[in-house]
Structure formats: C-alpha cells, structure tokens
C-alpha cells in the first residue's frame, strides 16, 4: 500500500470514527455548525499556485502555474480546457446535504477505497484547502467527501452541473497535457516549409524578405524560385494559429516503430522570430480494406481508405492522433501558390 493510500484511510476512517461518536441517532448537527469541516470551496482561485491530486492506484500529478497554457502539469504545459474545469470546480464546489446516519458508513468506505486527494497551495506553499473527492450518491447529483483533518463526511456538488465532480481531477500523465501543438502568429514567421517525400514537385520553403516571402521548390526539381506575398503566404499561416492534436499515442509502440521504419507522407515546418522551429512529421491512417458485393448486379464493393493521421512533434518526442478534417487543410503544395 502506498503513502498516499495509506494517509487516505488513516484519515477517512478516523474521522469517521469521531463522526458517529459524535453524532447521536437522533440529534442532527446543522450545517451552520460545522463551519471548518465543510469549507471545499476557494474562491480566490488566483491565489491558487500549485494543485495536488493523487488517488489510491498510486497515479498523481502536481499542478503549477506557468507555461504557455498558464499552468504546467508536471512540468509541461496543461491542457487549458481541463484546468477552466478544475478551477471552476474549485471556486464553486458547495455543500448539497448532510447524509443520514444511516449513509455515512458507505461514503466512508466508498472514500476510502476510491477516493482521491486534493490540495492547494498558494506561492509561498501554504496549504489553503485540502480534501478527499469519492463516488457520488444514489441520485448521481452529488460526490462524497470529506476535508483532511475533519470529522464528517458531506455530499458536495457544483451548482449547475450534474455528475461527479472528481471526474474533473481524474486525468493521468499525458492526458493532462496540452493539446495546443501550433501557436503561431503569422507576421513574425521567418520560414515556412512543408515536405512531401513522395510527392517531391509538391514540397516548398518560403522564406520571408523585404517582398514578401521568397518560395523555393524544397527537392531541386527545375520549379521557379519567385517572390510571392506576404499576404497570401500570411493567409495560410493563419491556420497555424491555434492547432490542436487529438490525443498523446505515446504507449502505442507499435504504431511508433512501424513509423519510425517508414517515409513520413509530410513534414511541416513553421519558424517565428525569437523561437525554436516547430516541425511536425505526419503518417497518414487507413481503415482495413475490405470487400462486398452488390447482390443486384454483383459489383465487387470496396471499403476503407484514409482514417486519421498520426504525427511525431516536440522533436520526435512525442506520438499524437490528428484528424483528417482539421490536418488537411494544413497541407497546401508548391502549387498553391
């Protein structure tokens, strides 16, 4: 059993000890009384500077703000959607009910065993809340928990919304990374590229210059190195200005090594003044083919074809899923201009 797991059901469980010592079957404490033991939320989330979430399974990620996001996860930059949800869920959560005396030895157990640990720091490291989120009641309109250190349980919920609550915090290694790969501002590209191994007539570079942008066939391949500009070139890189990946593959090895032992369909390549080049190498994905037949006139029917793509990014460092739909406009040629 580890650390986290253990200090989990030391706590739940004497706390909970005290809850039914204290508590009578028929006197009912009001919440009124209970002040400490029933402050979840905090407010003042921009003095929130580092979030810890751990659960029993020995999964835990240590939350910071900075980044290109605005927070790190790990040490990398966050997902900006799941941390407007963390902090929304932070800033409101709210007490629904006390349970009954009946209830309370189930939420403890449920705490206990499923429950998962949060806490909150501000900038100097002072704790400022910190609490165990578990599963949620019958009616699925609230999540058991209980504050580190308290003596009773409650049900707790975010006004406006239905569910469990924890599930806001249930995100492990990658998943809490951000999905933001391409961030480009267009007027500060220096140098855009984008190659096509085995289309070689259709991969480019442009360079920017005192007209505009000089673009340059990528292979030598007798095209015409011309001037074209800036606006049209600008045009284009306005798609680069927020592009998200659908999801980190990084333990899909098997994917990665067939990749790595294969010519990539494209590799884009974007340059701003006063940063690193951003390059990512892409592999296109096809369903499995397969065949039918039309019963009327006997037509042999094929299916499949191209699915999704996949992609090496942060310099070969990481494997992501992309769609068609949002990659493919993406991919201009030579032509193109």
Known sequence: MNRTTLLLLVAVLLGAGAYLTLRGSSEERKLADKDTSRQFAYPETDDVHRIFVADRNG???????????????????????????????????????????????????????????????????????????????????????????????????????????????????DEWRDKVYFRVRPERVERF??????????????????????????????????????????????????????NYENRDAEAIARAKASLPFAVIRVKEEGKEERAMEIYPRYEEESYTHNVKTGEVISSGGLRAYSAFINGGTDWVLLNVETLQPLLVSYDHF
Not at 69 to 93: F, K, T
Not at 136 to 162: C, K, M, R
Not at 205 to 232: C, H, K, M, W
């Open 59 to 173: 999964h835990q990620v240590t939350l910071t703000r900075g980044g290109i996001s605005g927070w790190l996860a790990d040490g990398r930059p966050a997902n900006e959607h799941i941390m407007n949800n963390v902090l929304q869920a932070i800033r409101y959560v709210d007490v629904q009910s006390l349970p009954s005396y009946q209830a309370v030895p189930n939420m403890v157990k449920d705490i206990a065993t499923s429950g998962i640990l949060i806490q909150l720091f501000d900038e100097a490291g002072t704790k400022l809340r910190g609490y165990y989120l578990g599963g949620s009641n019958n009616q699925e309109t609230g999540t058991y928990a209980i504050i580190e250190g308290a003596e009773d349980p409650y049900v707790v919920h975010l006004p406006g919304f239905t569910g469990n609550i924890r599930q806001r915090f249930v995100h492990w290694g």
């Open 193 to 246: 590229s984008i190659e096509y191994p085995k289309q070689r007539n259709k991969s480019f570079e442009l360079t920017r210059n005192d007209a505009g942008f000089q673009l340059r066939p990528f292979y030598e391949s007798g095209q015409q190195i011309r001037n074209v500009p800036a606006a049209g070139v600008e045009g284009v890189l306005a798609k680069f200005e927020k592009y998200y990946v659908n």
